[in-house]
């Protein structure tokens, strides 16, 4: 079936460093939207994507549409401890039953010890 | 907050028995859609339903079922439960007013079965 993969599966932060992750499909897709999720609640709608080359931005977060329709990237800049959590990523490919998105198995953020 | 409410928030219950779970979708929204979300496993779809009538099956059981109904709440039934049921379930809603693919998760039931 469909699959997204996520990377890196996790990651350890330092306060005020700049964080990248991607998520790459076997096919095209026409939305990405990445959430974020904290232990024990709900994911969270952080970012929508509909064109390929988007670029949108909220607050110290920053996610692309890929050109090439396949992948997207998130990036965190100056992160501080509360971006501590996992985030999603999750796309619609073109055909899709109405709604439905696929995930990626998610990216662990974590606190540098 | 969501918008989305689901109770219980917490569930214990034993092997072989039934329960219901049960989800109000943000206001306006006609989507609900049930995830399951494992120990440390991303979020698994389970069932799709779109005003009353069901859209989309991903990785259901069979001792699994849902419905919607005309209030557009909806109910996740899991029944003859079995210790690998223990796992947090989500549900989430979309359409309304906002795009109708971005869905909006509830704070979720997390079920353990002993």
């Known amino acids: 079936g469909q699959q997204l993969n996520q990377s890196p599966q996790s990651m350890f932060i330092q306060e005020g460093e700049d964080v990248s992750m991607n998520c790459t499909s076997s096919?095209?897709?026409?939305?990405w939207l990445w959430y974020k999720q904290d232990p024990g609640e709900g994911p969270v709608l952080l970012i929508a994507?509909?064109?390929?080359?988007e670029l949108t931005s909220n607050g110290r977060l920053t996610a692309q549409f890929g050109i090439t329709r396949k992948d997207s990237f998130l990036n965190i800049s100056a992160s501080i401890p509360s971006d501590v959590g996992i985030y999603f990523c999750?796309?619609?490919?073109?055909?899709?039953?109405?709604?439905?998105?696929?995930f990626g198995k998610g990216t662990k953020l974590s606190v540098k010890p | 907050d969501s918008g989305v409410t689901q109770t219980p928030k917490h569930l214990i219950t034993a092997t072989g028995q039934r329960v219901t779970l049960r989800c109000s979708p943000r206001?306006?929204?006609?989507?609900v859609y049930w995830y399951q979300q494992s120990l440390d496993q991303g979020l698994q779809f389970l069932i799709q339903y779109y005003n009353g009538e069901e859209r989309a099956k991903g990785n259901i059981l069979e001792r699994f079922s849902a419905q919607q109904f005309p209030d557009l709440h909806s109910e996740l039934n899991l029944s003859s439960l079995e210790l690998g049921d223990s796992a947090l379930y989500f549900c989430?809603?979309?359409?309304?007013?906002?795009?109708?693919?971005?869905?909006?998760f509830g704070p979720g039931t997390r079920l353990t079965v002993t």
């Open positions: 999750a796309g619609r490919n073109y055909g899709g039953s109405q709604g439905n998105l696929i």
């Open positions: 206001s306006g929204d006609l989507s």
């Open positions: 989430a809603s979309s359409g309304g007013t906002a795009n109708s693919y971005e869905q909006y």
């Open positions: 096919s095209i897709f026409n939305t």
């Open positions: 994507l509909y064109k390929a080359g």
